[in-house]
T-cell receptor, first 116, second 113 residues
């Protein structure tokens, strides 16, 4: 099993350009997440999807949109990239067993995004 | 919402000594507390987690303790080795249907040979 796969691994954009970050998991997990990681600030949740067909905002959703395409795939879109969105983006997934019983989140390798 | 504070931000210890990293959380309803290790340029990887119905959990050289009354939890690494050098993150998950995590700011641990 590959686990959580993110593409691309690196990307450089110009201010105002758009792009979509792709994430796929092969663990049959219900829940998927997008985080950004900036120096000294840990990981911050952008959006999450508790199940196929649902998405919700996290701590820092402004400037982003997401799509839960199917159970396996969860994409993150930057419509008009800004330098403040330069970061490392991680996708994660977790298995739901029972409501309120948390399960470990498994992370992908990340996408390093620079916006000039 | 939940807020997680992590200390220290950097920690340097001699090989073979113990390392302790501490986190506090604000939401008394939080009930799941994982710890992740992240090596340079790599993904965060879960090393241990604890739920609110347990006070301590051990896995070989790693242990986590939880004090619900004081709302803090700690990671203890004994007999440290050079491969323990990494950034460690604590996190807390508020009770509820969605499995959201709120992370601390991270601790850069360096093991000196």
């Amino acid at each position: 099993n590959a686990g959580v796969t993110q593409t691309p691994k690196f990307q450089v954009l110009k201010t105002g350009q758009s792009m979509t970050l792709q994430c796929a998991q092969d663990m049959n997990h219900n829940s998927m997440y997008w985080y950004r990681q900036d120096p000294g600030m840990g990981l911050r949740l952008i959006y999450y999807s508790a199940s196929e067909g649902t998405t919700d905002k996290g701590e820092v959703p402004n400037g982003y949109n997401v799509s839960r395409l199917n159970k396996r795939e969860f994409s993150l879109r930057l419509e008009s990239a800004a330098p403040s969105q330069t970061s490392v983006y991680f996708c994660a997934s977790s298995e739901d067993l029972n409501v309120g019983v948390h399960q470990p989140q498994h992370f992908g390798d990340g996408t390093r995004l620079s916006i000039l | 919402g939940e807020n997680v504070e992590q200390h220290p931000s950097t920690l340097s210890v001699q090989e073979g000594d113990s390392a302790v990293i501490k986190c506090t959380y604000s939401d008394s309803a939080s009930n799941y507390f994982p710890w992740y290790k992240q090596e340079l340029g790599k993904r965060p990887q879960l090393i241990i987690d604890i739920r609110s119905n347990v006070g301590e959990k051990k896995d070989q050289r790693i242990a986590v303790t939880l004090n619900k009354t004081a709302k803090h939890f700690s990671l203890h690494i004994t007999e440290t080795q050079p491969e323990d050098s990494a950034v460690y993150f604590c996190a807390a998950s508020p009770r509820g249907g969605a499995q959201k995590l709120v992370f601390g700011q991270g601790t850069r641990l360096t093991i000196n040979p």
